[in-house]
């Protein structure tokens, strides 16, 4: 039996294994945009479903071993983008951003929908007046502080990062300009609130202009983080390890400190073409289009990818 291929970055190495999790024939993944890890370690992947699937359903759940468990969310087929597990308490929920619908919703572990946020009229950045057309609005992922406020980034909208409270009022909204000045935005594709520098800090994959941005809060620039290539969004490990998939074909991570550990399964320069072809065309241990991941509780990682036919990836940390 042929053994997995294997990816290293710094001291670190893992054993890869593409098209996890047991699958059943009704679901066809479309591009798979999103993966998390509940408390559990249930893993959850989000896709937008392929146009042969059977089933509509854009949440597959497996156990931690890959069998499935179950499905659901068919509403966001065809928009299904962002994707955020948190905890309030003891409890555990799911937010999506659906770009093709302009909204966030907010749901528990089984789909049941508690909250709803659709286009920011109350942002002066988002008003309407004298009859122009409505600033765009295409909300792709979003994070959550530890008092509850949400912080929506528009990344392929109008590139504003937009605030609300636990309850969906609005806060304010900060980003945008769309120039790679500090403070501006271009394509806020990803967003993270980050801890591991003594207070809460707001972390944006600032995509188009290959880099990291940090905020306080309240929307006011801190500084920059590099190393990146199309940052897509973020998951940050139980030691500190900051976990970026990386569009451009790659996966990249950093220490407790921003410094860069290193990538993992750098792919080929031709990403954009290879994401649309079979899996024929997808070496093994290397990414093609990596969107989303997260780590489980043993520092493994979950990789998902936009690829028109769908693509999860179990990286097992074996040193």
């Known amino acids: 039996m042929r053994r997995p291929p294997t990816v290293k970055a710094g001291g670190r190495c893992y054993e890869v294994h593409h098209d996890w999790g047991s699958l059943p024939d009704r679901i066809r993944y479309g591009n798979c945009h999103g993966v998390q890890v509940d408390s559990q370690g249930f893993v959850y992947i989000h896709h937008t479903v392929h146009a042969t699937s059977p089933s509509d359903h854009s949440v597959v759940v497996f156990d931690p071993d890959g069998r499935f468990v179950t499905s659901w969310g068919g ?3 065809g928009g299904a983008h962002g994707f ?3 905890s309030e308490g003891p409890d555990e929920f799911l937010y999506f951003c659906d770009i093709r619908r302009g909204i966030v919703q907010k749901t528990d572990l089984a789909g049941r929908v508690l909250l709803t946020l659709g286009y920011p009229s109350e942002s002066p950045a988002y008003a309407v007046t004298d009859g122009r057309l409505a600033p765009s609005w295409k909300p792709t992922n979003l994070a959550v502080a530890e008092n509850g406020d949400i912080y929506v980034g528009d990344g392929y909208g109008s590139s504003h990062v937009v605030r609300y409270d636990r309850n969906g009022r609005y806060l304010q909204t900060f980003g945008g ?3 790679d000045a500090a ?3 271009d394509c806020p594709h990803g967003i993270e609130i980050d801890t591991r520098f003594g207070t809460e800090e707001v972390l944006v994959a600032d995509r188009s202009n290959h880099r990291l941005q940090y905020f ?3 929307g006011n620039h801190l500084r920059f983080a590099t190393g990146v290539d199309l940052p897509c969004h973020f998951d940050i490990g139980s030691d ?5 998939p990386d569009l451009a074909a790659r996966v990249s991570l950093f220490d ?3 410094r860069l550990i290193g990538h993992l399964g750098a792919g080929a320069g031709d990403y954009r073409e290879r994401r649309l072809l079979d899996r024929a065309h997808f070496p093994a241990g290397r990414f093609v289009c990596p969107h989303g991941a997260c780590f489980d509780r043993r520092g493994n990682i979950f990789v998902v990818e936009w690829v028109e036919i769908g693509r999860v990836t179990f990286l097992r940390r074996i040193s």
């Open 177 to 179: 300009g769309r120039t």
């Open 183 to 185: 403070g501006d935005l």
């Open 240 to 244: 500190g390890t900051l976990l970026v």
């Open 216 to 218: 306080d809060l309240d």
């Open 75 to 77: 509403a966001y087929a």
């Open 84 to 86: 955020r597990l948190a």
């Open 256 to 258: 407790a400190g921003n």
